[in-house]
Nanobody
Framework: QVQLAESGGGLVQAGGSLRLSCASS????????IGWYRQAPGKEREGVAF???????RYAESVKGRFAISRDNAKNTVYLQMNSLKPEDTAVYYC???????????WGQGTQVTVSS
């Protein structure tokens, strides 16, 4: 079973930056797509950024040009670099990984990001 642990959230002013980390209990080299999602109060969870096993990134339109996802298989960690943060980026951020071995998705517990105006 895959366990994921997010970290790096916090309070930042608009225009600032944060880097989120998602540490996996298993080698990320054997996982499929890993994604970052977020959920703001009263809203549905939405996908923000995704990275394939081969390292190809995809982004939601709302974060293109501001966020960057990366994958370090040597550290079993996926990162989300968030720049030019806006108040509307405020949410709990979760990572999700697809286990190619059993075709199951696994979620982390989330990390809070708050952007003040």
């Amino acid at each position: 079973q895959v366990q994921l642990a997010e970290s790096g959230g916090g309070l930042v002013q608009a225009g600032g930056s944060l880097r989120l980390s998602c540490a996996s209990s298993v080698s990320t080299a054997i996982l499929g797509v890993i994604g970052w999602y977020r959920q703001a109060p009263g809203k549905e969870r939405e996908g923000v950024a995704f990275i394939s096993r081969g390292g190809d990134p995809r982004y939601a339109e709302s974060v293109k040009g501001r966020f960057a996802i990366s994958r370090d298989n040597a550290k079993n960690t996926v990162y989300l670099q968030m720049n030019s943060l806006k108040p509307e980026d405020t949410a709990v951020y979760y990572c999700k990984a697809f286990d190619l071995g059993n075709s199951q998705d696994y979620w982390g517990q989330g990390t809070q990001v708050t952007v003040s105006s």
